[in-house]
C-alpha cells in the first residue's frame, strides 16, 4: 500500500555510534565502549541500552524520566536531552561529569 495515510509509518530509526565511558562500561559485562544501534531519538537509545545490559539506563536516567545531572549526551557536540532526535551517522557520546577537590 503506497502512502496509506490511514496507517502512518512509525518515524524511522537511524543507525547511530555511542560512545560509552569506560567506567560504565566496566559496570556492565559484555557492554562495550563504541556501541551501534538503530534508534530515532535518545529515548531509544536509552531504552536500547537496557535491553542490551539491564540497568543500564537507571544508571543513565532518573525516575522522572530525565538523564541524570552527571551524566551528559552529546550528540554533534551539543548537549542532548531524551526527547533528542538523533541522525542516520551521528556520533554520540555519554560523558560521566567528575567532581572533586
Given at each position: 500500500m503506497p502512502n496509506d495515510t490511514?496507517?502512518?509509518r512509525p518515524a524511522q530509526a537511524v543507525a547511530i555510534?555511542?560512545?560509552l565511558p569506560g567506567?560504565?562500561?566496566d559496570l556492565?559485562?559484555?557492554s562495550t565502549r563504541s556501541v551501534e544501534m538503530s534508534v530515532?531519538?535518545?529515548h531509544e537509545m536509552m531504552d536500547e541500552f537496557d535491553r542490551r545490559w539491564p540497568g543500564m539506563r537507571d544508571r543513565l536516567c532518573d525516575s522522572t524520566p530525565a538523564i541524570r545531572k552527571h551524566?551528559?549526551?552529546f550528540?554533534?557536540?551539543e548537549r542532548a536531552r531524551l526527547d533528542t532526535p538523533v541522525e542516520p551517522r551521528t556520533k554520540v557520546f555519554v560523558i560521566m561529569a567528575i567532581s572533586g577537590g
Open positions: 490511514r496507517h502512518p555510534t555511542v560512545r567506567v560504565l562500561v556492565f559485562p559484555g530515532s531519538t535518545v551524566i551528559n549526551v550528540i554533534d557536540g
